[in-house]
């Protein structure tokens, strides 16, 4: 397994709210990353939050689950990471895809099904959710 990576304060209160179950799966991700890091630039999201998103061009719906009140759970089922190397965030897709198999290791483990934004046709790189077949 590599060097166990620390999440930093900021991942950690970014986690606040999240689903439990989506929670496990970024902290074992972060036990199992090697040679990349990763920060948790978001979690939950207000509905202000996102719509102020979808005006800039950074999201395409106003219906996401960062935001708790729009799945059965009333939790955040969404979370947003950004990649690092050296400490430097890194936006490379390479590198997305290279962590995408370190959250699906992670999410296997733990037993929680996962969708990766990568995996869309609109693709989202930093974005992984809890799936919706299984948390509606």
Not at 70 to 88: F, K, L, P, Q, R
């Amino acid at each position: 397994m590599g060097t166990e990576m620390k999440l930093n304060e900021r991942s950690i209160k970014n986690l606040d709210g999240v689903h439990p179950d989506l929670v496990r799966v970024v902290y074992r991700a972060a036990e199992l990353c090697d040679d990349l890091g990763f920060i948790v630039t978001e979690g939950v999201r207000t509905k202000e939050r996102q719509a102020q998103l979808l005006r800039k061009g950074a999201t395409k719906t106003l219906n996401s689950r960062h935001i708790p009140d729009c799945n059965s759970v009333a939790m955040g089922c969404a979370v947003d990471i950004a990649v690092t190397v050296d400490g430097e965030v890194r936006w490379d897709w390479p590198l997305y895809e290279k962590m995408a198999l370190v959250f699906k290791e992670a999410a296997k483990i733990e037993d929680v099904k996962i969708t990766w934004g990568g995996d869309w046709k609109l693709r989202d790189g930093p974005h992984y959710e809890l799936s919706r077949n299984v948390y509606p």
